[in-house]
C-alpha cells in the first residue's frame, strides 16, 4: 500500500457495527491518522447523531481544518470551526418526498414477501433530512440476526430493485447489514468524493475510500465511478488492521 494523500471512511460495519459508535480504540486510530493526511467521514448515519455520540471526542484533538464529515450519504458537510460543527452545504429532501418513499418501500415488501415470516424489532423507517433509510428488521436488533438474515444480500438486493423501480428519480442503495437509503437522484456518496476532490485540488485517484459496501448495489459503490481508490473490509476489527497499514506507510 502507497500512502494516499486523503482517505475516507464509510461508517457503518466499517468504522462502527451498523448502529453503533466507533469504539474509543477506533477513535483514537482516527485521530492518530488525522495527525498525517486529510480524513473524512462519509456515511448514511444523520449529523445530529453523529455530533451527540462521538464527533465531540474528534473535536477535542488537533487538526481538525482537515477533517470532514459527510451525513447521509453525503447531502451534507460539516466542518469544525474551533467552537461549533460549520454546515459547509446541504441538500434535504420534502415532506411529500419522504411519505412517497415510505409508500413505495412499503409496497415492495409486500410484493415481494422477502421480509416475510421474520421478525421485527423497532421501528424500520429512519427519516433524516435527505434521505429515507429502511432497516428491514428494526434498528433493535440483535447483532446475531442482523449479520445471518441475508448473508449474500439477495433479499436485500430484491427489495432495492423493486423500491428503484417505483423511484426512479432517487437513488435506491444498501448500506450498514439491514438497512436500504433512499436519496435525491445523484446526491450521494460520489457527490462527496467529488466535492471533496475539488475542495483539496486532490484528484480522486490520490485519494483511498474505505468502506464495506462496495459490492454491486451497496452504498459505497457509487464512489468507484470517480476513480477514487478503494478498500473493500468486512468491519471494524479489519478496519483497525488498514489504519495501522496507512500509519505504517503515512510516515510521522
Known sequence: MQCPKVVLFDLDDTLADSFESPTK???????????RLPIAIITG?????????????????????????????????????GR?????????????????IRKAVLESVEETGVLK??????????????????????????????YSWDPDNKRRATLRDAIAAKLPEFDVLMGGATSTDVTKKGVNKARGVEWLSKHLNIPAAEMLYIGDALYPGGNDSVVIPTGIQTRPVTGPEETLTVIDELLSVCGN
Open 84 to 100: 461549533e460543527w460549520k454546515e459547509i452545504y446541504g441538500w434535504s429532501i420534502s415532506e411529500e418526498d419522504h411519505t412517497r
Open 25 to 35: 480504540e477506533m477513535n483514537a486510530r482516527i485521530v492518530r491518522l488525522l495527525e
Open 117 to 146: 415470516g421474520l421478525p421485527c424489532f423497532g421501528e424500520q423507517f429512519v427519516q433524516k433530512r435527505a434521505m429515507m433509510a429502511f432497516a428491514a428488521l428494526g434498528i433493535n436488533v440483535s447483532p446475531d440476526l442482523k
Open 45 to 81: 448515519r444523520d449529523f445530529p447523531w453523529m455530533a451527540r455520540d462521538f464527533l465531540p471526542q474528534i473535536a477535542a484533538e488537533g487538526h481538525m481544518e482537515r477533517f470532514y464529515v459527510f451525513p447521509e450519504g453525503a447531502a451534507q458537510c460539516f466542518q469544525w470551526d
